[in-house]
């Protein structure tokens, strides 16, 4: 599997964005009111993965450091603090490398509408009363959808394994 593009992430959440302003635009008093939790799911899956990062980069290390050790002929010996861990399945982190670069897309997906809505929202804060709980509510989105893609490029990251020596 190839990274995903950093550039191609910006492109889809540049071209949402100007989408997500047109579509706010047109039929703002018709949308329902945008809520602050709306996405906090987002918020919570980006935690999530960048969790699932640290505990997969650690297992991987463990697991690239005990190949080493029976290389060489020795054993290896657990680090003060260590427990031993069970080796990474080869399709988990197949399947976590699948899951990063799909949550990498949806959150640039996410982080483009949220902030057309942003946008709009903004320019309407001295007319309509409603547009400052809007404006914070597509604040937080855009703050969500970046903690995603954060977290699944993170995630993506911590999916690499090294070849061996």
Request: glycine share 10%; aromatic share 6%.
């Amino acid at each position: 599997m190839r990274p995903v593009p950093r550039r191609d992430l910006a492109v889809v959440a540049v071209g949402l964005a100007v989408v997500g302003w047109l579509v706010v635009r047109a039929f703002y008093g018709s949308l329902p009111a945008f809520h602050w939790w709306q996405p906090v799911p987002l918020a919570l899956l980006a935690v999530a993965e960048a969790l699932g990062a640290r505990s997969l980069r650690g297992r991987l290390t463990t697991d690239r450091d005990r190949r080493r050790a029976a290389r060489s002929g020795e054993t290896a010996a657990l680090a003060p603090g260590q427990r031993s861990v069970d080796p990474v399945e080869p399709m988990l982190g197949a399947r976590l490398a699948v899951l990063a670069q799909a949550s990498a897309w949806a959150g640039a997906a996410f982080a483009g509408l949220w902030a057309g809505a942003l946008v709009h929202a903004l320019g309407q804060l001295g007319r309509l009363t409603a547009a400052t709980g809007d404006a914070v509510a597509a604040g937080v989105g855009v703050a969500c959808s970046l903690a995603l893609v954060a977290g699944a490029l993170r995630l993506e990251q911590a999916c690499r394994v090294e070849p061996d020596e």
